[in-house]
């Protein structure tokens, strides 16, 4: 039921809308002083990032310098060891020097001498060199302004370590410019950067007279963050950060970590915080107003919406937009209401299908497709007793509705008088519709929700064939139980062969000619944890679906092979056993392999195994199987076709395949009681033809004293059946064999089950 807006509500929102604006000012106020203290934290991260990342990069350019001045030391050292005279040498010395980056450079001779790069000789160096020379290691001067060169250089002094070359060192001179632009040591209003000896002077000549506690007080820090960032730098520090009390600054020192006692100094002014600050406060107050602005919008437009919106968007949410009828989620409530208040009358759920539709809409124009759903929807809606049964359609495209009945009968009218009404009207460009439906008598005792109803009623409709000629179908409790089983069985299935959850099962069969035992049949019987036995009939067909057929047909075939093997060791005499082999597993890649190589590393002697293909599969690709035949038979494989006359029978195929032996299915012992000669003849026909072509016959499923007697009457060969034996252990076919062969016949023996 839509609810309307009341007065009271019109005033209610626009208080409150003030109410929030307030609030979000004085939340905004009270922030203030948080994001303050954020950005000012902020300021002083991102400051120590600055100054490690500038000392790194400082650090980074002295490794340059001093790498190149290594190289200078290495080729020098190097000419002066190759070219004997030394001449020649400088010579090749001076013609490196283009190939470097330094102003120019000095080497140091082990008498004394001293020559810069054009080969020139010096009596006397200058100060800052002599007092490099004098360290004897790697060192780096201060910078200093050279009047040759009008720029501010440093030295790079190298010592040579080998003693015995007649080079004692070189220096290498470079521009400091080059340094300080790199790495941007400049003064801004967005912060400043220098460079300060352990005492705290500036390196650099550009900022000259600067000092770190001069720095410091300029911009009012207290004394005791001037003394400790001094003393810091005294102690060879690494990184350290501080933060004036009266937020007029933040400064970060980062130590140099080569070959000098310098400090990368980094300075950010408060009025870059401040101006921080104040954009994200900005920023802050104009996302607000924002979304204050945009729930202002959105409550004004959902004041101003009238009933016929509200209208629409119910109608949206509960009705159909293509049949014009309730939709599924409608029609669950409107079900569930009428159940409630119709407790002792009867109810059905039917969920109608139209036949071919996914065929059909890809044929017919969106609107012809929207037209037949329309039609459907406007019989349902003169067929249903209104407040006492509804309709819908589901979210898969069907009808669905709830009927009241009396007994089948009247629910299997009403439907066939639906059908024939949606039948007659005029069909949509020449296609005439059909229906068909699955019906769900509803269980009150189950306490199910309308939608599990549909759900069975949506099972019932499912398994209608397409080929079937029944238009309605009941759902059934125990269809559904063997669905969830096969599904069930389908998630164990994979696991079953590696738990061991299958065994084999043996079914002797008797020799009518000799009255002895004359094989078995290898039956595979699977075996659930806490169930018991899964009749074959039910996994089967499943294992043939999902292709792990061929994984039981090669574990069966393994099985029997060990079986064969162990009776031998255990001194049994053995008797020649069939194995089942599905299509899947014939044509497997590898078939022929894996039976030959499993035969023989079992050591079974041709003539002991049979290999049963069923009749159905056979006929399905002749040359194939032909081909496969005939090469089983070469490795002592019996090869015999099973369940011949259950369905698929052609004499075409005994003609083309080489059986040795055809099992004839139980159903040629079906005696019609109309015209039992006519049974007789056709199997005294089938077993005649077989035995013309060279074949044994065997003959299944024999049960009685009467087919016995009329089996060997036809001259049938063998026979398999309860009346013989019932499949058995592998112990107790052990046993069985043993006593069947104890004597020359079994006739005498058996001579009540048999004859």
């Known amino acids: 039921m839509r609810r309307g807006v009341s007065f009271k509500s019109a005033y209610l929102v626009p208080s409150m809308i003030i109410i929030m604006f307030l609030l979000l000012f004085v939340m905004l106020f009270q922030m203030r002083f948080s994001i303050t203290e954020f950005v000012m934290e902020q300021a002083a991260t991102d400051n120590e990032t600055i100054a490690k990342e500038k000392s790194a990069l400082f650090d980074s350019l002295l490794v340059n310098m001093s790498l190149e001045t290594n190289g200078i030391l290495n080729y020098t050292d190097f000419t002066f060891y190759t070219i004997e005279n030394e001449y020649d040498a400088r010579e090749a010395i001076s013609d490196y020097f283009p190939n470097t980056n330094c102003v120019r450079f000095f080497y140091f001779m082990r008498d004394g001498r001293v020559y810069d790069q054009d080969t020139r000789l010096y009596k ?16 780096l001067s201060m910078p200093f302004y050279d009047e040759a060169a009008k720029t501010e250089l440093i030295i790079i002094y190298l ?15 470079y521009k400091v410019s080059e340094i300080y632009t790199i790495g941007e040591f400049y003064v801004s209003d967005t912060g400043s950067h220098y460079i300060f000896d352990k005492d705290g002077n500036s390196v650099f000549l550009k900022d000259k007279g600067i000092t770190v506690a001069s720095l410091m007080e300029s911009y009012e820090f207290p004394e005791t963050d001037i003394n400790r960032i001094t003393n810091f730098m005294q102690e060879k520090g690494i990184v350290d950060t501080v933060i004036s009390s009266s937020d007029s600054a933040v400064i970060s020192v980062c130590g140099v970590r080569k070959f000098v006692d310098w400090y990368v100094v980094s300075l950010l002014p408060s009025t870059v915080i401040s101006d921080k600050t104040s954009h994200v406060i900005e920023q802050t107050l104009l996302i607000s107003v924002l979304i204050l602005a945009v729930f202002i919008i959105f409550v004004i437009i959902f004041l101003a919406a009238d009933t016929r919106s509200l209208r629409k968007m ?15 989620y409608k029609f669950e409530i409107d079900a569930g209401e009428i159940l409630r208040a119709n407790s002792s009358t009867k109810y059905a759920i039917l969920y109608i299908n139209i036949m071919n539709f996914k065929n059909i809409k890809q044929l017919l124009s969106v609107s012809e497709v929207n037209a037949i759903v329309r039609n459907l929807s406007d019989i349902l809606r003169k067929t249903i007793v209104r407040n006492l049964e509804t309709y819908g359609r589901t979210s898969d495209g069907r009808m669905v509705v709830l009927m009241r009945y009396k007994d089948i009968e009247e629910i299997q009218d009403r439907f066939n008088e639906i059908a024939e009404d949606f039948k007659s009207t005029d069909p949509v460009s020449g296609y005439m519709m059909r229906l068909n439906a699955g019906a769900y008598c509803i269980d009150r005792s189950g306490n199910y929700q309308v939608s599990e109803m549909i759900d069975r009623a949506a099972f019932a409709q499912n398994s209608i064939k397409e080929d079937s000629n029944i238009s309605l179908d009941f759902y059934h409790q125990k269809s559904h139980d063997d669905l969830l089983r096969t599904v069930a069985l389908e998630g164990f299935m994979e696991k079953a062969l590696s738990n061991d959850e299958f065994i084999i099962h043996y079914q002797p069969k008797f020799d009518l ?22 009749p074959p009939s039910q996994f089967i067909n499943l294992f043939e679906r999902s292709g792990y057929i061929s994984q039981l047909d090669r574990f069966v075939f393994t099985e029997v ?3 064969q093997n162990r009776m ?25 392999e894996y039976y030959v ?37 070469k490795y002592g494989f019996a090869i015999s076709i099973d369940d011949f006359g259950a369905g698929y029978s052609s004499f075409k195929a005994l003609q083309t395949l080489d059986f040795d032996i055809i099992k004839l299915d139980a159903v040629f012992l079906k005696t019609n009681p109309n015209n039992p000669k006519k049974n007789v003849n056709l199997l005294s026909g089938v077993i005649a033809l077989a035995k013309t072509l060279g074949m044994k016959v065997i003959a299944e499923g024999v049960e009685t004293h009467q087919e016995v007697a009329l089996l060997r009457e036809l001259k049938c060969d063998v026979i398999q059946g309860f009346i013989y034996a019932r499949p058995m252990t592998g112990t107790d076919f052990v046993a069985f064999v043993k006593n069947a062969l104890s004597t020359r016949t079994e006739k005498d023996m058996l001579t009540e089950d048999i004859t």
């Open 124 to 139: 006397d160096i200058e100060d800052n060199l002599a007092q490099l020379k004098a360290t004897e290691t790697l060192s």
């Open 597 to 633: 190589n499993t035969k023989n590393q079992y050591g079974i002697k041709d003539g002991f195994l049979e290999l049963e293909f069923t009749e159905s599969k056979a006929l399905e690709d002749n040359d194939l199987l032909s081909d496969r035949i005939k090469e089983l038979k």
């Open 314 to 328: 119910e109608r949206l949410q509960n009705i159909d937009p293509v049949a014009e009828c309730a939709n599924q």
């Open 561 to 563: 092979c060990k079986f």
């Open 568 to 592: 031998v060791k255990e001194g049994s005499r053995i008797i020649p056993i069939s194995v089942n082999v599905s299509r899947a597993s014939a044509e497997k890649e590898g078939f022929i």
């Open 159 to 173: 010592p040579n370590p080998d003693s015995g070359s007649v080079l004692a060192g070189v220096a290498a001179y």
């Open 513 to 534: 000619n000799n009255n002895r035992i004359y094989g078995a049949e290898a039956l595979v019987r699977w075996v659930r944890p806490n169930e018991g036995i899964v």
